[in-house]
Structure formats: structure tokens, C-alpha cells
T-cell receptor, first 113, second 116 residues
Framework: AQSVAQPEDQVNVAEGNPLTVKCTYS??????LFWYVQYPNRGLQFLLK??????LVKGSYGFEAEFNKSQTSFHLKKPSALVSDSALYFC???????????FGKGTRLHILP | GAGVSQSPSNKVTEKGKDVELRCDPI?????LYWYRQRLGQGLEFLIY????????KSGLPSDRFSAERTGESVSTLTIQRTQQEDSAVYLC??????????????FGPGTRLTVT
């Protein structure tokens, strides 16, 4: 079955420290992978995506994600966390059978001042 | 340019009433999704429209839920005989679609439904 998993419900990071939000996937064929962010009381926004090419993808707000085919992972990273990064983060993957996008259950990121 | 719009932004209804939620996607976007998000929770997929293909209704939680889309434009999500557990934010998203699903989704602001 095509699926995406975010193993952590919540991640706490001190401001200024590097952050990682984990995502693993299971799809047939080449994966198309996405990260979205939902800030408090705001809509969902696209952060970045991997379709093909360089395994390290850079996106909005200083975030980046690394595609690792052997580990079927697409972890979201940022070198230095800001309090304003506190939000709900969703990983998503395309189901190649019908191009439907499947979302993970989300990871709540808390950046501690 | 205009983004995805949804109406109403808030809807309070009595248990047992029917409600209709509207989504206006970005012009030219062939793919349209409906999701449900309960307070503080993740996204629950409801239905997916892609061009003229038959919609993927696999996420609709019961036969009280239905959705339609007129061509590649407006979509309406209808909930009949609402129940308190239907209370949630209903999100609509659209994307360019086609091209094997490589395009990101653009989300509307959502409709907050409260069933009393």
C-alpha cells in the first residue's frame, strides 16, 4: 500500500539548535514527496518538494529536506530553529496509481525560547 | 493572483440539518481535494477530483457525505443530517494536476463547521 509515516507526534527543539522532522514513505515507482506547514490559526502552506534530481531540496523559510532512497526517507531539516517555526508539519507523497497526494498525520514542532 | 477560496468561513448548524460547503479553486487547476481536520489533528482525506476522471471518494466517512465538481471549477461538499462528530474544519485544496502529480497543492482557508 502507498503510505507516508511521520513517527513523531511532537518534536521539541531549543531555539538556535538544528531541527529535524522525520518522514518515511512507501510507494511503488519513483516517489514525489512534499512538505507542508500549518502555522497556528493559518492555512496550510507548501514548503518544498522532491520530484527528481539533487537529493537535497531547499524550500521556504530556510527549510530543506533530504531524499534518501535507500532509507525511504524525506526528513525535513533546518540548521537553526526559530521560535516562529513552531507549527504543525505535514509530509506527503504522491500515489502513482492515481496521482493522489497522501498526507502523513503531522508532527507538531515546538521551538523553545 | 487569487488563491483558493472557501465559503462560508464559519458555519454553525443544528444536528440533523444539511450543510453545503463551497470551494473555488485556482483557475486552471484540474485537481481538487477535500480534507477534514479536527481540532489540533491531522488531515483526513475525503475526496479527490482530477479532471474528467471519476472522483476518488474513498475517504468519505459515510453516505451522508457527498461532493460534486462542475468541470474544473467550483466544488461543493454536502453533509446531510449533520452529527456533532462532523464538527471540524473542512479544507479544500487545488493543484495543477496532471503531469503525474508533481504539482504542489494550494489550500483554502477552510470552513469551520460547528454542529450543535
Amino acid at each position: 500500500a502507498q503510505s507516508v509515516a511521520q513517527p513523531e507526534d511532537q518534536v521539541n527543539v531549543a531555539e538556535g539548535n538544528p531541527l529535524t522532522v522525520k518522514c518515511t514513505y512507501s510507494v511503488s515507482g519513483n516517489p514525489y514527496l512534499f512538505w507542508y506547514v500549518q502555522y497556528p490559526n493559518r492555512g496550510l502552506q507548501f514548503l518544498l518538494k522532491y520530484i527528481t534530481g539533487d537529493n537535497l531540496v531547499k524550500g521556504s523559510y530556510g527549510f530543506e529536506a533530504e531524499f534518501n532512497k535507500s532509507q525511504t526517507s524525506f526528513h525535513l531539516k533546518k540548521p537553526s530553529a526559530l521560535v516562529s517555526d513552531s507549527a504543525l508539519y505535514f509530509c506527503a507523497v504522491r500515489d502513482p496509481r492515481n496521482d493522489k497526494i497522501i498526507f502523513g498525520k503531522g508532527t507538531r514542532l515546538h521551538i523553545l525560547p | 493572483g487569487a488563491g483558493v477560496s472557501q465559503s462560508p468561513s464559519n458555519k454553525v448548524t443544528e444536528k440533523g440539518k444539511d450543510v453545503e460547503l463551497r470551494c473555488d479553486p485556482i483557475s486552471g487547476h484540474t485537481a481538487l481535494y477535500w480534507y477534514r481536520q479536527r481540532l489540533g489533528q491531522g488531515l483526513e482525506f475525503l475526496i479527490y477530483f482530477q479532471g474528467n476522471s471519476a472522483p476518488d471518494k474513498s475517504g468519505l466517512p459515510s453516505d451522508r457525505f457527498s461532493a460534486e465538481r462542475t468541470g474544473e471549477s467550483v466544488s461543493t461538499l454536502t453533509i446531510q443530517r449533520t452529527q456533532q462528530e462532523d464538527s471540524a474544519v473542512y479544507l479544500c485544496a487545488s493543484s495543477l494536476g496532471g503531469s503525474g502529480g508533481l504539482h504542489e497543492q494550494y489550500f483554502g482557508p477552510g470552513t469551520r463547521l460547528t454542529v450543535t
